[in-house]
Structures are given as structure tokens and as C-alpha cells.
């Protein structure tokens, strides 16, 4: 079964934006795929269409086989969304903004609290369930914000830029959380982003954006070995014996010399934490020593400017956004 | 399901109670130019006996009043949607599993009574300086219901505004712009019969003119013939929240 199944999806914004331009993609049941691209790339309206905001003008989109446009009830009965922006009342408490959601989504009387309370103390805000969202910090309203599209336990959760304006520790712990209520209920993730480490590091799949139109997609590590996958160059203390090194590196399933020059060689390893280690030893057995290590592991971003020769995040744009999202987080709902 | 789904609609307006009582600024500002109306024009104008035909002024107009200040806060509601519409909460209720229509009306009722809460200050300030109200319990609720259900229609109609203008600078500019015109050409603070006949008509076109009336029997002259304004209420109330409805999905667009 798959969770999204989007075909040729056309979004004509005005009479000229193109903000997608035949757009298809698949999400697995139970898998983490990002949506990843630059600004203005469309990852948004094709979120703000699966989840039956946008009308689409071309092509089709369906959820666990229901149609957007013509199904969307039953769109909305099985997706958990966080939009870009901040969706909590700022003028009412965690509990209060959880207790409102929870009376909207319809869920029952007699679970409502218990509810609330486990989801609270899931994402660590008991403590602080009492106080006005305007004290909350930016990764206090994401946690508060995923626990209430959690409460009525969907099939597929749905985030626009989860992390968007969050310090690292804040980002991380966003994820944690994510990746631990996935380990206990197996929803399938759908997130945009335009951080690419993000996407490399939780998604086990990843669509490329750009422009309204899908560049590529596959597994973070299979992308990445459009780029030639990661580095590793190997310095030794002496002049080696290349075809004997050579012999014994590649014996080493996932790695290939990139190319050996008298006392160095360049690797390409498609693992480098787990492969490394083995690599070392094999040398270190076999009596060489080795006097420098140094490993550059390949990202996505180098994909995304491969394929289009653009990259995903551009500093300035960034912190523009940034800005305006912390900007209206303190303006408040 | 359908009965949880009338829940839903009810936390609208649970929502804006709990914001009222973190946050009753806006009730007690808003406070201020009604009793103002109530004990300086209302007494000054009681004094010169301007319109005769009418009884005692400050009981004549304080149905009118209280439906000034009402209003003016149901209309002025569209300016939460604005908000929500650049924060995510709309975002989030829309694809929410209820239905679109229970947010327009959710949010009516919700609106209704943030603005419902100047039927206490003004009817109290009225009482303080000697107006004639009835103290009938069954008249006091019914006249609460009446005023809920003509700002339920106000606040659709600032919905609806709000949805087609977007923007929070051209949405304070209409409602500024209808506000005033709204209740001086209505029967708030004087007599029909006493206005030239253009402003006569538009009075008679005007949602608020039922509502003074209907509120002025109940409250002032003790009377239960309000059936034909409440009809005329129901109608704009229903009218404003259809278009409400139809227009809420362009909010988000």
C-alpha cells in the first residue's frame, strides 16, 4: 500500500507560476521520505495539495488510495499535518491548545486526558503544559505542534519544514521524537526540507525538488553515489607497495580505489563508518603504518548541484526565512 | 461521529472563552465607549428632551447601544482569521476532519460571544444610572439569545471580508468604513420616524435596526412581539454564514 501516490500533479498559481510542474512521486507505508529542495522549489504546495488545501489543475494525488480532491474527507480523517507556520493559539497553554485540538479531531471523552497527558510527557512539556504557548521556545511549539497531529493516532504524518528557525540541539530533539513514536506506532513520515543533512540522516528515502519538477529520487546513499560517494584518503608513513595494498584494500566489499599515487591512496567507500575500521586493520596487519586519515563524506547538496547545477540552501534566503518565521512566532496566532 | 462533530463546533467557542479569561483586556477597552454613549450622551441628550416620542432616553437607547458595541466586536472578529490565516492555525483547521462549514460557524458563535459579553456592562452601567429595564430573567435570556444571533451573522460577515480582503490593513479599512454608517442609520439612538427618507430606507435594510428593535421590546417595553425581526435575523444570520462558507476556502489560497 502506499501512503502517497502523487502522478503528473500540475499547480498553476495566477496565470504563470508553474509551482509544480507534473510532479509524480511515491511514499511507502511505513517509510521516512523528504521532500528536499531549495526555496520556492514547490515542496510546500505539494504538501498543501496531498493534504487537501490546493486544488490541483493537472494530475492526481491520492492518499492510502483516496483522492485528494474527491475523497478529501477521508483524506484529513487519516493524516497528522504541521504546517510551515506555527498552528497554536499563543494566547492559550500547551494543555489548552492540545484540549481544543483534541475536541476538533473528535476524540472520544473517555481518552481525551489520558490522551493529552502521554503525549505531553512524550515530547517533555508536563511540566510546562500550564503556560501561555507565547513563553514556549521555537522547539517547544514543534514538539507541542507534532504531539497534536499524533492525538488521533494517523496513518501518515505530514510536516512542512518540521525544523525550520530551531537551533541543532532543538532540531535534534524534534527528531528524536519522531523517530521514537515511529518506532513504537510505525506511521509513515512525509517531511519537506530544505535542510539537506536532515533529510540525509532521518529519511530513508528522499525526493529531490527543484523548480516544480521531481530531479531524482532513491535512497540517501544511493543518491549520493551519483556524486561518486564518500572519500576517504589514506596517507602512509613510507613508500607502499601499490599493487599489494591495492590487493588487500579491495578486498574490502563497498570500497574501490578512486587512485594511488606513491605513498597515498584515494578511496571511495559507500559506508564509511563501518568499512573504515576494516579497512585500517587490513593495512595495519599487514604491517604498513599509516600516518594520515582524512574523510570527506559525500552530501546531497552535491547531488542537488550535480543534477542542476544550483544549491539547495542558500544562506541568504535562509536566514530571511528564518527571521520571518521567528518573527511570527512572537506576533503569536 | 456526528455527535462528537457537534462537540468540535462547540470547542470553537470553548477556545474563545478560555481566551477572554487569560486575556479580558479587550472586553474591558471596548467597555469604555458604551458607557460613555450611556452617561454622557445619554444623559446630555436626555436633558434637552430631543426626541420627545421616545420616553426616557437612556432607556430608549440602551438597546442600541448595547448593539453598537456588540457589533462593532463581531465585525471586527474577521481580523482573528487574518492572523490565523498567517499563522498556521487555519492551515491546520482546514484539514482538520471536520467540516468547513463547522468552522465558519464555530467561529461565528465563538465571536458572538466574545461580543456578547457588552450585554452585561452596558445593561449594568444603564441600570447604575436609573434606566428602566425590565428585570424579567426570561426577557434578559431571550434578549441574550437575540443578540447572539444577530452577531452570529455580524461576525459571518466579518468573516466573509476577511476571507475575500485578506490583508489586515484592507480589512480595518471596510470595517471602519461600515461600522459607523451601520449604526447611525439605524434605529440605535433615534426613532425611524424622525430620519429623512433616504436614510429611512437604508435604516429598514438594516440588520441592526431588527436587532434594537427586537432587543427594545424585550428589554424597555416588556413585550414578546419580536417574531417578525427574529425571522428577518435568522435570515441575514443564515445568509451571512452561507457566503461565509463559500468563501472561507479562498482564505487559504
Redesign the interface.
Known amino acids: 500500500m502506499r501512503a502517497i501516490e502523487v502522478r503528473d500533479l500540475v499547480k498553476v498559481y495566477g496565470r504563470e507560476v508553474r509551482a509544480l510542474d507534473g510532479v509524480s512521486l511515491d511514499v511507502e507505508e511505513g517509510s521516512v521520505h523528504a521532500l528536499l529542495g531549495p526555496n520556492g522549489a514547490g515542496k510546500t504546495t505539494l504538501i498543501r495539495v496531498v493534504t487537501t488545501q490546493l486544488r490541483p489543475n493537472g494530475g492526481v494525488a491520492r492518499v492510502f488510495g483516496y483522492d485528494v480532491t474527491r475523497d478529501s474527507s477521508m483524506v484529513r480523517e487519516l493524516i497528522g499535518y504541521v504546517p510551515q507556520e506555527m498552528s497554536l493559539w499563543s494566547d492559550l497553554s500547551g494543555y489548552e491548545n492540545m484540549l481544543i485540538y483534541s475536541k476538533i479531531y473528535g476524540i472520544p471523552r473517555d481518552s481525551r486526558d489520558k490522551k493529552i497527558e502521554e503525549l505531553l510527557d512524550f515530547m517533555g512539556l508536563s511540566d510546562s503544559s500550564r503556560r501561555l504557548v507565547r513563553t514556549y521556545s521555537g522547539g517547544m511549539i514543534r514538539r507541542l505542534e507534532i504531539a497534536i497531529a499524533l492525538m488521533h493516532n494517523p496513518r501518515l504524518l505530514i510536516l512542512d519544514e518540521p525544523t525550520i528557525g530551531l537551533d541543532p540541539r532543538a532540531r535534534s530533539l524534534v527528531w528524536d521524537k519522531i523517530s521514537e513514536f515511529r518506532k513504537e506506532n510505525g506511521v509513515t513520515v512525509f517531511f519537506a526540507t530544505h535542510y539537506m543533512d536532515e533529510a540525509d540522516k532521518y529519511a530513508n528515502y528522499v525526493t529531490l525538488l527543484n523548480q516544480g519538477r521531481v530531479v531524482t529520487h532513491g535512497a540517501p546513499s544511493e543518491l549520493k553515489r551519483l556524486v561518486e560517494g564518500n572519500r576517504v584518503l589514506i596517507t602512509f608513513k613510507e613508500h607502499a607497495d601499490n599493487s599489494k595494498l591495492s590487493k588487500i584494500i579491495s578486498s574490502v566489499p563497498g570500497v574501490t580505489i578512486h587512485s594511488f599515487n606513491n605513498d597515498h591512496v584515494e578511496l571511495v567507500v559507500d559506508d564509511v563508518p563501518t568499512k573504515l575500521p576494516t579497512i585500517l586493520e587490513k593495512i595495519f596487519a599487514n604491517g604498513y603504518l599509516v600516518s594520515e586519515v582524512k574523510v570527506r563524506e559525500a552530501t546531497l547538496d552535491e547531488v542537488f548541484i550535480k543534477l542542476t547545477g544550483r544549491k539547495i540552501t542558500e544562506e541568504a534566503g535562509r536566514i530571511k526565512e528564518v527571521v520571518s518565521v521567528r518573527k511570527m512566532i512572537r506576533r503569536g496566532g | 461521529?456526528h455527535f462528537?462533530?457537534l462537540?468540535?463546533l462547540?470547542?470553537?467557542a470553548?477556545?474563545e472563552l478560555?481566551?477572554l479569561r487569560?486575556?479580558p483586556f479587550e472586553i474591558l477597552t471596548r467597555a469604555v465607549q458604551p458607557i460613555l454613549w450611556i452617561f454622557v450622551f445619554g444623559s446630555v441628550m436626555a436633558r434637552i428632551r430631543a426626541f420627545p416620542s421616545v420616553g426616557d432616553y437612556v432607556t430608549f437607547i440602551t438597546p442600541g447601544v448595547i448593539l453598537q458595541s456588540s457589533t462593532f466586536i463581531s465585525l471586527a472578529y474577521g481580523i482573528a482569521l487574518i492572523?490565523?490565516r498567517?499563522?498556521?492555525?487555519l492551515?491546520?483547521?482546514?484539514?482538520?476532519?471536520?467540516?468547513r462549514s463547522y468552522i465558519v460557524v464555530g467561529r461565528a458563535l465563538a465571536g458572538s460571544i466574545r461580543a456578547s459579553t457588552q450585554y452585561v456592562i452596558v445593561l449594568a452601567s444603564a441600570a447604575i444610572i436609573g434606566a428602566r429595564i425590565s428585570s424579567n430573567p426570561l426577557n434578559l435570556i431571550t434578549g441574550y439569545l437575540v443578540l447572539i444571533l444577530a452577531c452570529m451573522g455580524f461576525t459571518g460577515l466579518s468573516i466573509l471580508i476577511a476571507s475575500s480582503l485578506k490583508t489586515r490593513e484592507r480589512f480595518m479599512g471596510i470595517i471602519g468604513a461600515i461600522t459607523m454608517p451601520l449604526f447611525f442609520a439605524s434605529n440605535a439612538l433615534y426613532p425611524i420616524e424622525v430620519m429623512p427618507d433616504v436614510i429611512k430606507y437604508f435604516s429598514l435594510a438594516n440588520p441592526l435596526t431588527y436587532t434594537v428593535s427586537a432587543m427594545r421590546k424585550l428589554l424597555v417595553s416588556n413585550s414578546y412581539d419580536i417574531l417578525q425581526e427574529t425571522l428577518i435575523l435568522s435570515c441575514f444570520t443564515v445568509l451571512a454564514l452561507g457566503v461565509a462558507i463559500k468563501s472561507l476556502k479562498r482564505i487559504?489560497?
Open positions: 461521529m462528537m462533530k462537540e468540535s462547540a470547542s470553537m470553548e477556545m478560555r481566551r487569560h486575556d492572523f490565523e498567517e499563522s498556521g492555525i492551515k491546520k483547521l482546514l484539514t482538520s476532519p471536520i467540516p487559504i489560497e
